[in-house]
């Protein structure tokens, strides 16, 4: 799967719904080809734990009334990744900001991926966008899971993030893909909490953030080195970042047959504000990274 954002107003979660202001369009943004959906099966020899990640954005439908809302949130992958991300995720009204606050509707995103471009897509929508962020800030947040096969690194493979519209151009928001090198067997598994947060201008204003648990074996006090890059359209400027450590992984069996199981959607569900409060907020568990991010990460494309 793969994520994208961008814009300037607050920053993101993923748990509570708190305001309901919604914008309404009328019709959704078109699907691409076909979905395909991938194999449930482990392969031989490994057991990384699920990649789970999420982003705040700007609500992108200020002032009310005078600018387009946008009937989808498009996350675009290299390849194709059907085989990576399930199809069926139930996320919650805190991790799709277009789910119905009732929570009466659909939440699970769609995943479809189109030969003629080579990408997969990961598209959210809905004719109504939410405030959903979990602290009750403006602000919308979305959030997913991947990792079906084990063998891919999803984020490295992250192409962009886009509003769209059913009647103007896309919309690009700012995206930081996080790789690291990892083993494909231990046991000895950890989840490391990286945040990211930034935004488009050099004057800014954190417009875009971001928690993501990534697996990785601990070696000493050494922590796990990651690079970050940008493959979106324009220029991020890094504003904050930070990693927690030694965070527990799942222990169900269940989880290393696919992302889609109670304890990954917990975890998920804790990526937010509320629960990991981002570096410099009181009671903020985040610890400075010893590899950070540029403070300017320049588009690689």
């Known amino acids: 799967m793969r994520i994208l954002i961008r814009s300037l107003y607050a920053l993101v979660a993923t748990a509570t719904f708190a305001a309901t202001a919604a914008c309404n369009t009328s019709s959704q943004g078109a699907l691409g080809p076909a979905v395909s959906t991938g194999s449930e099966k482990v392969p031989s020899g490994s057991n990384v734990p699920a990649e789970i990640f999420n982003e705040i954005l700007p609500y992108p439908c200020y002032p009310s009334g005078t ?3 946008p009937t989808d949130f498009e996350i675009v992958f290299a390849g194709n990744q059907t085989a990576d991300i399930p199809t069926n995720e139930p996320l919650s009204v805190h991790e799709n900001a277009f789910c119905p606050v009732s929570g009466s509707g659909a939440c699970d995103p769609t995943v479809t991926y189109n030969p003629s471009s ?5 598209e959210y929508s809905g004719t109504t966008l939410y405030h959903n962020r ?18 891919t690194n999803i984020k490295k493979l992250q192409l962009g993030t886009y509003w ?10 700012p995206v930081v893909s996080i790789n690291g090198t990892q083993p494909k067997t231990s046991k000895n598994w950890k989840y490391a909490i990286v945040y990211v947060a930034g935004t488009t201008s050099p004057k800014g204003g954190s417009e875009y953030a971001t928690w993501n648990a990534i697996g990785y074996v601990p070696n000493g006090s050494n922590q796990p ?56 907020s ?13 403070s300017k990460l320049k588009p690689m494309q």
């Open 164 to 173: 769209t519209y059913p009647s103007a151009p896309q919309n690009p928001v």
């Open 118 to 122: 080579n990408t997969t897509t990961v």
């Open 225 to 280: 080195q990651f690079t970050f890059k940008n493959y979106g359209s324009q220029t991020i400027y890094v504003t904050s970042s930070g990693i927690v450590l030694n965070q527990p992984v799942p222990t169900d069996p269940d989880c290393l047959k696919t992302p889609i199981c109670s304890e990954n959607l917990a975890i998920l569900a804790d990526l937010q504000e509320v629960n990991f409060p981002p570096p410099g």
């Open 67 to 69: 600018s387009p809302c």
């Open 134 to 151: 979990t602290s009750g800030q403006p602000g919308v947040h979305f959030g997913m899971m991947k990792a079906q096969n084990f063998t």
């Open 282 to 294: 009181p009671s903020s568990p985040f610890v400075e990274l010893q590899y950070p991010p540029r």
